[in-house]
């Protein structure tokens, strides 16, 4: 790909029986409105793409948001990278299947970088994504982040084949059907990664993904490993002050 520029506890009934229509209508639910979010992520108003977009800063970026942030890598490394993705983006895929890989090796195993991705979903698949990340838990959120993305092209098309796919992907990952259904069921989930992708927008500026921060400072340049090594200094990390805040 060419360099571009500028993720309960089931109720018997009376019958013995395990009574779960109403997970199963909580569910239908929230999908009709990962549908409908999915008309609103992409129409809602977007801002100026040529208007200034100052820097946050580490203090403002690190501060609580609606999730909590699954950092990798040194709690005292010098830099500290910030990625906003959208499951279903392409191009967040290929960062993520081809350059990461190098981007880990250099750079967080090495101790240089603390990395923290957040969700930043375009579509409502990519939200159903997104909560099927967060559902596995704090330790399988990564690798089901990686597993996602790498089989993108399988599971991300349009209708209720998405939705369909996305649940072979998500049993392949050892979620049960039941398991599947309750996490898309979760309608505080829901509302907390939509809150995310609200707050990067509206108070951080970013409007495309990926979005990537260096220590507070927006990354412009692309997201190949040589721009990586243009901002992060080569992993040469000398003269370097830690972030603040």
């Known amino acids: 790909m060419a360099k571009t520029e500028k993720k309960t506890t089931e109720t018997p009934d009376e019958g013995g029986k395990s009574n779960k229509t109403g997970l199963y209508i909580i569910g239908a639910v929230v999908i009709a409105v990962l549908v409908a979010g999915g008309v609103y992520l992409r129409s809602g108003s977007a801002p100026d793409p040529n208007a200034p977009k100052p820097d946050p800063g ?44 190098e981007f880990k090796k250099k750079y967080i195993d090495t101790g240089k970088v603390r990395f923290i991705f957040r969700e930043f979903p375009l579509d409502g698949l990519a939200v159903a994504a997104s909560m099927l990340a ?64 609200r707050r990067a927008n509206e108070d951080f500026g970013v409007d495309s993904t990926p979005s990537f921060f260096v220590n507070g400072k927006r990354m412009t340049a692309g997201h190949e490993i040589s721009d990586f090594d243009a901002v992060l200094g080569g992993g040469k990390t000398e003269d370097t002050p830690p972030p603040s805040g």
């Open 58 to 101: 580490v203090a403002e970026l690190m501060k609580p948001g609606p999730l909590p942030d699954i950092p990798l890598g040194n709690a005292d490394a010098p830099f500290t990278v910030i990625e906003y993705a959208s499951m279903t983006c392409p191009h967040c895929a290929h960062f993520q299947t081809d350059v990461y890989p």
């Open 134 to 197: 967060r559902c596995s838990g704090p330790d399988r959120f990564y690798p089901m982040i990686h597993g996602l993305f790498e089989t993108q092209k399988t599971w991300a098309v349009p209708g209720e084949d998405g939705k369909e796919k996305l649940a072979l992907i998500a049993k392949q990952a050892g979620f049960s059907q039941e398991a599947f259904d309750k996490c898309l069921a979760d309608k505080s989930l829901f509302d907390k990664i939509v809150e995310v992708r």
